[in-house]
């Protein structure tokens, strides 16, 4: 991979911040986006800027024909079987959203079990609580091992016959873990339940396959992968998304109304009411386009190279802890000894390097790490070994720098 021409898509990434050179290493909280992209959007708004579904005229019609066709680019990329299986979203919290409002409510009911675990984003956890609460179902975590990954033995004694959801996340956007999603789909489906893959941490960074993934939805963001922010994807296997009904009414998801009831369109537009966010669509599909034509094979291997090289330089830093296993996605999770990862992440940024810190909308998994915040570098098919050295020399500053103050 020639990361060198690759960054000089990303204009971003050629400013300084605080009189240094860019240093980002927050692309698990969002990815930056390529010339591609932002002239993607650009150009849709300048030339063909109207909206979909509507429309006999010619600017209507390319719309709809770019909108649809991201749509397609979507399907392709995670090997979906069928267009009407990609329903357009705000991102992987709508998705998980439309899951737990349209499909939970509607087939859970008292002493049924829903099983997540305690990595799950917020995301993937409130609207499992949520439906837990309306409908007297019962919510289950799938306990970690020590190093915070999923063990199948462990998901086999959570999930039984009353399990009806299982909802995971393929990668811990904290921990780097990839969890055995495939495996864990089997167990759900050899007891009856259904399975929802949270896929925000995973899509920009691997092939994803969700038929051979055999799960019966799948979730992601536009926002991680190059793409605009605002818009994503839900999958769900054909015949699920068939029988929910939507959950969003209006304009463009109908196909009659009358003064007492009215029907819905066909798949995937019954689940997009109103104007949908066809700009970011488009900036989606030439998102895909820029990874498809890098490869998602070299992006992985590639963020495995930058994530080993960086667990081998953090290890000679004095009074670091890190989080998660060893085999992991391109992210590092952190703590260093008597300085708090905010304090970490403002001095780090007068330095140029921009990292997050906090609870990264996992407070559970916080608890079961015993820890309030953790500092989090995450990295993406534009970060070098060279990042990792700024940020590692970074580091040592900063504790330098807390040192001489207490």
């Not at 864990?184 to 949270?198: E, R, W």
């Not at 559970?364 to 940020?391: G, I």
Request: proline share 3%; net charge negative; hydrophobic share 40%.
């Amino acid at each position: 991979m020639d990361v060198k021409s690759i960054r000089e898509a990303f204009p971003i990434l050629n400013q300084e911040v605080n009189g240094h050179p860019l240093v980002y290493l927050d692309s698990a909280a969002t990815s930056q986006k390529p010339v591609q992209v932002i002239e993607a959007v650009s150009n849709y708004y300048r030339e063909i800027n109207s909206n979909v579904h509507r429309g006999v005229h010619t600017l209507g019609t390319k719309a709809t024909d770019a909108y649809e066709g991201a749509r397609e680019k979507v399907r392709k990329f995670i090997n979906a079987s069928s267009m009407e299986e990609i329903i357009f979203t705000r991102g992987t919290t709508t998705a998980i959203n439309t899951v737990a409002a349209s499909y939970g409510r509607a087939n859970l009911k008292a002493g049924d079990e829903i099983v997540i675990s305690y990595m799950e984003h917020h995301s993937n956890i409130i609207p499992w609580q949520q439906v837990a609460k309306a409908t007297g179902a019962t919510l289950k975590y799938i306990p970690l091992e020590e190093d915070g990954s999923i063990s199948i033995e462990q998901a086999k004694a959570t999930i039984n016959s009353n399990t009806k959801i299982v909802a995971i996340m393929y990668v811990s956007n904290v921990l780097g873990s990839i969890n055995p999603v495939k495996e864990i789909a089997a167990i759900a489906h050899q007891n009856g339940a259904v399975m929802l893959v949270d896929g925000a941490q995973s899509t920009p960074h691997m092939k994803v396959d969700v038929q051979d993934l055999d799960c019966d939805f799948y979730a992601l963001s536009g926002h991680k992968m190059c793409a605009p922010t605002g818009i994503g994807a839900l999958y769900g296997k054909k015949h699920l998304l068939e029988n929910m009904e939507p959950i969003e009414f209006g304009g463009e998801m109908i196909d009659f109304v009358d003064l007492q009831d009215s029907t819905w369109k066909e798949l995937p537009w019954k689940f997009e009411g109103g104007t949908p966010i066809i700009a970011g669509a488009v900036g989606l599909g030439a998102a895909i386009d820029f990874l498809n034509d890098i490869g998602m094979d070299n992006i992985e291997k590639h963020e495995h190279e930058i994530v080993d090289y960086a667990l081998e330089q953090l290890s000679s830093v004095e009074g670091i802890t890190i989080y998660g296993p060893k085999h992991r996605a391109g992210l590092v999770t952190f703590n260093i000894d008597d300085v708090h990862p905010h304090d970490l992440a403002t001095v780090l940024d007068v330095e140029g390097i921009a990292i997050r810190a906090g609870h990264h909308c996992a407070q559970p998994l916080m608890r079961w790490l015993k820890v309030s915040a953790t500092a989090r570098a995450s990295f993406y098919l534009y970060n070098t070994k060279e990042d990792v050295d700024a940020f590692v020399r970074g580091l040592v500053k900063t504790k330098e720098y807390f040192s001489d103050v207490y």
